[in-house]
């Protein structure tokens, strides 16, 4: 049984405590937290840690640690202090960070004799895989990465920061049509409002104040200003019956030639009802494969892109290679 | 630079041929073959060695040998034999004697220190990779392959060999309707002939003969039996005009749930219009990867599940960390 222990008991937390019951191989041994009477009421029987800024240095007995703290300020913090003691496994997705992250997160984790998988889930995780492996295989093609259709955190939280909103939720949805424009063969340089537009679903009780929320939604720097977005205003009730899943997914595309002037088009999708428990499987996935490269002697930090993707499976090289190849 | 040679000079070889025009960290330095004159009017100045059943002691500065020979008869013999001498790179594709034939090269391979990719392709290759991780990041899922729409070599053949029957081009093609139902999340278990079609061009100069040619057709078993197929006739010239590329191309789906009931569906496609040119692209990825392997130290056979993918690419860790994660 591979011991695992989450820090941070939120949405993500609680996605891989569910992937957790489907992995027989797997126990989960403690969760470490800020709020462990709120936690501990949750989840009964199961140890609870209170989680402090030395949660390091706790004693349990943990072969791995599932990092599910936010990648803006709990995992860049986290992970170091982390991988001093544990073997650990992230979903750190500030994609412009993930090389600096990645060489801290080596140098603690292999002076300290540990295996860190960082950056895991689909994207960054599988669809970076795709990427690379899609650039390999088809050297001067061009990739295209849709999102969509689904639930932005940062994107929703940013619409609930504007003035008299107390509540949106943000659906990025790919353009019609443009997808099938790569499937048929074409490769433009699209904008990016020409690949995604921009829903957003907000609770605003003054409705004389509506046009202004509006106009501040649609015109803001960086989240919106570059993207056709359409806000619509709903009631709290409505916010709570149709809009408290978190469902996510999209499409990485590889499109290029071979040969003479073959055209070959490489595809990978995902439709997610729930992105945070589908994030949570592919972490504890990889919490299966850090044990094993641990176990086989590897140290330091390795992204999905630096481990055999066998080790991340229940089934035995042999197994695999008789029902799977 | 990576120095390649190519065994076996048919459609598959000269896709690995122009593959590795466009990856220039790799130069083809010969071409083994059974039929050296021909081959030599073919290719111009580049060396061509004459290929017999002592091959591999052949005297050659070839980092990588990419095995380009049909996998019922070529590979399983030259895939030990040149493992004795090179380190290889190989499709074979026969799925149900995988485990096996990667035994006997895993141990030839290691004896005399190389290293032997074998079943890299799309499948077996990537499409077993997908089935892999998606039965990794979803337990207890169900797993779909649809190939098609393409050209299967083995049912073309088979065709070909009915009396009367002087040219023959069997497509693959997915049953309309039914991937769009897997993507809408339901997961029932398909026959043979609600996955698949089969669509069989015929050249046969007696008109008198085709519903004889048609019966013995749809009839033959382990090919056509299971299926719905059609068989249609057209003339020599059609034939040459409209059927003389190698599209294939196919789909892997796995669909399973998370947490309480959370429907989460993973899609893997590609549509190619050259099958040997994108075979061929694999494999000389797949070489990169082979000779880095055998520079890291590693020995013996290894498919597509053993080895991290970022060795596929030309770029390095770190490039891929900053720019494709």
């Not at 990645?102 to 295996?115: P, S, Y």
């Amino acid at each position: 049984m591979i011991k695992i222990g989450i820090v941070g008991y939120g949405n993500l937390g609680r996605g891989v405590r569910g992937a957790l019951e489907r992995n027989p191989d797997m126990e989960l041994v403690a969760i470490l937290t800020r709020r462990p009477v709120e936690v501990k009421n949750e989840v009964g029987d199961i140890t609870v840690v209170t989680l402090d800024d030395q949660g390091a240095s706790v004693d349990i007995p943990v072969d791995i640690m599932i990092l599910c703290g936010g990648s803006k300020e709990d995992t860049p913090q986290q992970g170091p202090l982390f991988a001093r003691s544990f073997s650990t496994v992230d979903s750190f997705d500030t994609h412009a960070d993930i090389a600096d992250y990645f060489q801290r997160m080596d140098v603690t984790a292999r002076e300290h004799g540990n295996v860190s998988i960082i950056s895991a889930g689909w994207d960054p995780g599988i669809f970076s895989l795709e990427r690379v492996v899609g650039d390999a295989f088809l050297p001067g093609s061009k990739g295209y990465t849709f999102w969509g259709p689904g639930v932005s955190q940062g994107h929703s939280d940013a619409a609930r920061k504007v003035t008299g909103v107390a509540d949106a939720r943000q659906y990025t949805v790919p353009v019609e049509g443009v997808i099938e424009q790569v499937r048929r063969g074409s490769t433009p340089d699209f904008t990016k409002r020409e690949m995604h537009k921009r829903v957003v679903y907000v609770v605003a009780p003054d409705v004389s104040e509506h046009e202004r929320i509006r106009k501040e939604i649609v015109g803001m720097p960086n989240y919106y200003a570059d993207y056709d977005t359409e806000v619509l205003f709903i009631t709290e009730e409505e916010m709570q019956k149709d809009h408290s899943a978190y469902p996510h997914g999209g499409f990485v595309m590889t499109s290029g030639l071979t040969g003479g002037n073959n055209r070959q088009v490489l595809e990978y999708r995902c439709q997610l009802s729930s992105n945070p428990e589908f994030t949570g499987s592919v972490l504890v996935a990889c919490a299966r494969a850090a044990y094993r490269l641990k176990q086989n002697g590897a140290r330091g930090a390795f992204t999905l892109l630096d481990i055999p993707l066998g080790l991340l499976s229940p089934h035995s090289g042999d197994a695999l290679r008789g029902s799977f190849m």
